[in-house]
């Protein structure tokens, strides 16, 4: 079964996410912020995927995918970024950091799904 990390600071989002992929059939865990998810991955890791918000408190998604990265148990890890941020510098700097793939907020679950299928698949 697939397991996805999603981590965001709105409540709400961590809901939808966390409702939409788990009436597909993939195993889900959220985290609110950075710190928590680089605990969770360290204590349930590895993860598949991870789909990770860009503005939250303490860091950014693009620095927490970097940090990921750079784990043990998160180096393997396939990162979406779900964001209202839409500018090409943005984009990029996610790309570089390792980030493969960018939605923007909000999104709708078909868009949602077929970009998990397309990661498990990359």
């Not at 409702?19 to 985290?31: D, I, M, P, Q, R």
């Not at 868009?111 to 990359?122: M, W």
Request: hydrophobic residues 40%; proline residues 4%.
């Amino acid at each position: 079964m697939t397991k996805i990390l999603c981590v965001d600071d709105a409540p709400t989002v961590l809901k939808l996410l966390d409702f939409t992929l788990t009436e597909e059939g993939y195993s889900v865990c959220k985290a609110a912020g950075p710190d928590e998810a680089l605990t969770k991955i360290e204590a349930e890791g590895p993860f598949d995927i991870g789909i990770f918000d860009v503005n939250m408190p303490g860091r950014t998604g693009i620095e927490l995918t970097k940090e990921v990265l750079r784990t043990e148990k998160g180096k393997s890890m396939k990162i979406l970024i779900l964001t209202t941020e839409s500018s090409d510098a943005m984009k990029s700097q996610g790309k570089e950091a390792g980030a493969k793939g960018w939605m923007i907020k909000p999104f709708n679950d078909e868009d949602l799904l077929a970009a998990v299928k397309h990661l498990i698949g990359s």
